[in-house]
């Protein structure tokens, strides 16, 4: 989303400066062009040749540089996509809400037109402190995005908020900026993963998913603006920032949590791989090899039904849009078909796994999504955070079309 836009990247002054050097490498490496601004007392924490040469550009370090273009900052903030302050200090923040432009990146930022964010960082008590707080509300209601810092032992040796987000943080709240706010005030529920049924205290029942669609749609939604609860089995991938996430195991556990969050909610997607059967009995203790039978070296597991959740969804659902998935091997588009109709779903995005390039732990998918009405949309190979977003778009176009067909 950030591929080709024009950042700016404030520095300030203080001891957090040198995750900027991180943020700014996650930022070229989105393909995005950044121009970074640097205080005076910046330059005393980070040398202006690493922004230099990790960003490609001149690196802006005060109004009337030997060399530079005296309206340097004016050009700058013109052609800016975004603004991104990280860290910012108590008197950068205090220079901003109040309009003192005395230096390059202050008088820069009066010149913006774009959006705007900042990431606080200072001392605990500095943080806390009501003039502070008084400025940042004076922020927040110009429309300036404010990144709110994590807490944890200081610099400084006290312990409390004041620590800049880590990079990662900062860059994907960064690239929220970019994304269409179309999903503002809808709340989305997500599964993913698999679910795992214990056959003993050792071994267990389970798939092959990876989380990685889940993961994706529950991203993109959140991203889009939605309050999203993504509801996950046991996966090995860092959840997306801004959800709440609710960890299950089992296809029980998964049922339960999803029943009881549905009723608010205005989307439910079910991505999650749940295991269809679970040992009848799982034994206390772990299965031994003198445990099999010695007739044929087999061991014969006895198992049930788990509860079928995206049909039982699918019967409570009250003027909800339920979309499934169905990984297949074979017949996908009779098996999905199949699906929308016994489970009651509004939509299902239909894939064939076992592919390297497609289904379970591969980074792309290639899905067609079918429609309760009889429509379809074959999407071409993409990247699974490509794929999440087509889907949205899907939704939310079969939505705005149910709203004004009633």
């Not at 950042?7 to 900027?20: E, N, P, R, W």
């Not at 001392?123 to 404010?146: H, S």
């Not at 029942?205 to 959140?222: D, F, L, Q, R």
Request: charged share 25%; with cysteine; net charge neutral.
């Amino acid at each position: 989303m950030i591929k080709d836009k024009n950042i700016i990247l404030g520095v300030c002054g203080g001891i957090a400066a040198y995750k900027s050097v991180e943020l700014l490498r996650l930022m070229k490496k989105a393909g995005a062009d950044v121009k970074v601004v640097m205080t005076s007392s910046a330059l005393e924490f980070v040398g202006e040749l690493t922004f230099k040469v990790l960003s490609e550009n001149h690196v802006c370090t005060g109004l009337f540089n030997s060399g530079d273009s005296s309206v340097r900052h004016i050009e700058w903030a013109s052609r800016a996509d975004a603004a991104l302050i990280a860290p910012a200090t108590a008197n950068m923040i205090g220079k901003m809400a109040r309009g003192i432009a005395d230096d390059a990146l202050s008088t820069m930022m009066m010149a913006v037109k774009a959006p705007v964010m900042i990431c606080p960082s200072m001392n605990t008590y500095m943080y806390e402190n009501r003039a502070l707080q008084r400025n940042l509300d004076i922020l927040e209601q110009d429309g300036v995005i404010i990144l709110e810092p994590g807490s944890g032992e200081l610099a400084c040796k006290t312990s409390g908020a004041g620590r800049l987000p880590e990079p990662e943080l900062i860059f994907d709240r960064l690239v929220k900026l970019f994304h269409p706010c179309d999903m503002k005030g809808k709340k989305v529920i997500v599964t993913a993963g698999p679910t795992r049924e214990a056959m003993d205290p050792v071994r267990y029942i389970s798939n092959h998913s990876s989380g990685k669609m889940g993961y994706a749609v529950a991203e993109a939604a959140e991203k889009r603006g939605a309050m999203v609860t993504l509801i996950t089995g046991p996966v090995s991938i860092a959840p997306p920032f801004g959800v709440e996430l609710i960890k299950v195991t089992t296809a029980h556990e998964m049922a339960n949590a999803v029943l009881s969050s549905m009723d608010d909610a205005d989307i439910i997607i079910k991505v999650a791989a749940v295991a269809d059967y679970r040992p009848l009995a799982p034994r206390e203790n772990k299965i031994k090899k003198d445990q099999m039978d010695s007739r044929n070296n087999s061991l014969t597991l006895d198992l049930v039904e788990n509860p079928d959740i995206l049909k039982m969804v699918g019967e409570r659902k009250r003027n909800q849009f339920l979309a499934g998935f169905a990984a297949e091997t074979e017949n996908l588009i009779a098996n999905a078909l199949a699906k929308i109709k016994k489970k009651n779903l509004d939509m299902i995005a239909a894939n064939i796994v076992g592919r390297e390039d497609s289904g379970f732990e591969a980074d792309t998918n290639k899905i067609t999504l079918l429609s309760k009405d009889g429509s379809s949309k074959e999407l071409p190979l993409l990247s699974k955070q490509q794929a999440a977003h087509e889907l949205l778009d899907h939704i939310l176009g079969k939505i705005k079309h149910q709203v004004l067909a009633r």
